[in-house]
C-alpha cells in the first residue's frame, strides 16, 4: 500500500523551492484582493460623495423657490408650487425628484424625464418614514440592490422659514460602474501580466536560493557518509558562507579533527595491544622447546657416564635433541621477525601470470589447476611478495583438504577485470566454521597444531600495502575460496 504524502518526507531543497513559490502565490492574491476591495471602496465613496452634493444641491435650490413663490407656502400647496419647477430642477441637477407629503404620498415627480425603473416611487413606506423622523439630520438613504445594480434613495424633509416640515423630497441615484469596471479590468489585466512575470522571476529565484542553501548541506551529507576513521578525511573550506552554514562547516571539522585524534589513538592503542599479543605467543612458543630443553640436559647429566660404551651414540642423541629444539625456537624468531619487520616492496613491472604459475612450480600435488583468461597481465608490484601470497593461499587450500576427499582439487585463477588482477584459490575442503571466520586474519590465530598463525596476518597486509583487498566466502564440507583483489599500476 502506498505511503501518504508527507511534507516531512520531502527533500529541504523541494520544501523551501514550494515555501517561496507558496508565498508568491498567496501575496499576489491578496494584493490583487486589496486593490479591487479598494477600488469598490473609492467608488462607493465617490458614489456617497456624489449623491450628498447634488442633495445640497437640490435642497438649496428647492428653498429658494419657496421663498420666491407667490404661492402660499403649505404642504397642501407644494404639487402647486414645484408643479413645473421639478422638471426645471431635474434638468439642471440630473437626477430625479420626487416630492411627498408628510405622510409619504407622492405629490409630484419628475419620473417622466430621470426614470430609475426597477424602484417603486408612489409612496413611502412606513419603515423609511420612521427612520427618516429618528435621525438627527432628518435624513436617510435607502440602499437596495436589484439585479447586481446599486440604488441609492436620499430622503429628505423640505421645511418653511419656520423650519416646520412641510414635505419629504426622493432623490434616488443609480450608481454608475462601468467606469470602475473597467478600471477594474485594466488593472487586473496590467497585473496578471506583471504576475506572470514575477512568478516566473520567483521560481528562478526559488530554485537558485534553495539550490544555494541545500549545495553546502548536501556536501556535508557527501562527506559525512564518507567519513572514515581508517582513512584521512578532508576538511570543507567555503569562502563567504552565511552564518548558519558556516557553523555546520565549523562543527564538520571539529569532528574531522576529534575523529583523526581518536583514530590515532584507537591505532596506537591496536598497535600496543596487538604487540602485547604478539609478545605473549613469541614467549609461549620461546618457552615450549626450553622446558623439554631443561629436562633433556638434567637427565643428560645425572646419567652421563664416560665409561659407558654407548656414551658417543647417546652423546649424538643429546646434541640432537637440543638441535631440533634451537631450530624450532629459530623458527619462532624467524616467523616474528618477518611479520614485523615486514621488507620495503622492491616493485618491478612483471606478469603477473607468469609470476603466479612460478609459485606454484614448487608444489607437486596433481590436484592443483590454473586458469588464466589472459596469456599477459602486465601491472607493478614485488615478485617475492605475489610469490609469498600465492605460496602460502595455496597451502592453506590443500591442508584444509582432509586426507579421506575422493578427488581433492585447488584451483588458482587470474583474471584482470577493468583495472584489476583478480586472483582466485579455490579448494573443495573442509570449509571454516562460521565461529572462526572472523578471526583468520588475525596475527596470531590458527588451527594448525604447529606455526604462529601468522601467515594469512602477513599477506593480509601485503595485499592492503598495494591498496588491494582480501576475502573468502566458505562452505562446510564443500570447500573455500579466497579472492585477492589487486589495482593495475605500471
Not at 383 to 406: F, M, W
Amino acid at each position: 500500500m502506498a505511503r501518504p504524502f508527507s511534507i516531512t518526507r520531502t527533500s529541504l531543497r523541494l520544501r523551501i523551492f514550494m515555501s517561496m513559490i507558496f508565498l508568491t502565490i498567496v501575496s499576489s492574491v491578496l494584493m490583487a484582493m486589496v486593490t479591487i476591495y479598494q477600488f469598490k471602496r473609492e467608488a462607493r465613496n465617490y458614489h456617497q460623495d456624489r449623491l450628498v452634493r447634488k442633495e445640497n444641491s437640490v435642497l438649496e435650490h428647492m428653498n429658494f423657490v419657496l421663498q420666491t413663490t407667490d404661492i402660499p407656502v403649505t404642504t397642501e400647496n407644494l404639487s402647486l408650487i414645484f408643479k413645473e419647477k421639478i422638471f426645471e430642477l431635474s434638468t439642471i441637477h440630473n437626477i430625479q425628484i420626487n416630492l411627498y407629503d408628510l405622510e409619504g404620498n407622492l405629490l409630484v415627480s419628475s419620473k417622466g424625464s430621470f426614470i430609475v425603473n426597477k424602484i417603486e416611487n408612489d409612496e413611502i413606506s412606513p419603515n423609511i418614514l420612521r427612520m427618516i423622523e429618528s435621525t438627527a439630520a432628518k435624513r436617510f438613504v435607502d440602499l437596495r440592490i436589484i439585479d447586481g445594480e446599486t440604488y441609492r434613495s436620499a430622503y429628505n424633509y423640505i421645511k418653511d422659514n419656520q423650519f416646520k416640515p412641510l414635505g419629504i423630497v426622493s432623490m434616488p441615484y443609480a450608481e454608475e460602474t462601468s467606469f470602475y469596471d473597467q478600471q477594474v479590468d485594466s488593472f487586473l489585466i496590467r497585473f496578471g501580466q506583471i504576475y506572470i512575470f514575477m512568478f516566473i522571476l520567483a521560481i528562478l529565484l526559488a530554485y537558485i536560493l534553495s539550490s544555494y542553501i541545500t549545495k553546502t548541506i548536501n556536501l556535508l551529507s557527501e562527506r559525512i557518509q564518507k567519513t572514515n576513521i581508517n582513512q584521512i578525511n578532508e576538511k570543507i573550506k567555503i569562502k563567504d558562507a552565511s552564518y548558519e552554514i558556516q557553523t555546520l562547516i565549523n562543527s564538520y571539522n571539529e569532528m574531522v579533527d576529534k575523529l583523526e585524534d581518536s583514530a590515532n589513538k584507537l591505532a596506537q592503542n591496536q598497535r600496543e595491544m596487538a604487540w602485547r599479543e604478539m609478545a605473549k605467543q613469541v614467549a609461549h612458543e620461546i618457552k615450549n622447546p626450553l622446558t623439554p630443553m631443561r629436562l633433556t640436559v638434567q637427565s643428560f647429566e645425572r646419567r652421563f657416564n664416560p665409561e659407558d660404551p654407548k656414551i658417543n651414540e647417546k652423546m649424538k642423541d643429546f646434541c640432537d635433541t637440543l638441535v631440533q629444539q634451537i631450530d624450532t625456537m629459530t623458527a619462532v624468531a624467524s616467523a616474528f621477525s618477518n611479520f614485523a619487520s615486514m621488507p620495503a616492496q622492491e616493485n618491478t613491472t612483471l606478469n603477473v601470470v607468469k609470476v603466479v604459475q612460478l609459485a606454484l612450480e614448487i608444489f607437486n600435488e596433481d590436484f592443483i589447476e590454473f586458469q588464466s583468461n589472459k596469456d599477459e597481465i602486465i601491472a607493478t608490484f614485488d615478485q617475492s611478495q605475489i610469490i609469498r601470497i600465492i605460496t602460502n593461499l595455496v597451502k592453506n587450500a590443500i591442508q584444509a583438504i582432509p586426507d579421506y576427499k575422493a578427488f581433492p582439487h585447488v584451483l588458482v585463477k587470474v583474471e584482470q577485470i577493468n583495472e584489476e588482477v583478480l586472483i582466485t584459490i579455490s579448494d573443495n575442503g573442509s570449509g571454516i566454521p562460521e565461529e572462526i571466520q572472523n578471526k583468520i586474519f588475525e596475527p596470531k590465530f590458527t588451527t594448525k597444531t604447529s606455526g604462529m598463525g601468522l601467515g594469512l596476518a602477513m599477506i593480509k597486509n601485503m595485499i592492503e600495502g598495494y591498496g588491494g583487498s582480501i576475502q573468502f566466502k566458505t562452505v562446510l564440507e564443500k570447500g573455500t575460496t579466497f579472492y585477492v583483489r589487486l589495482p593495475i599500476t605500471n
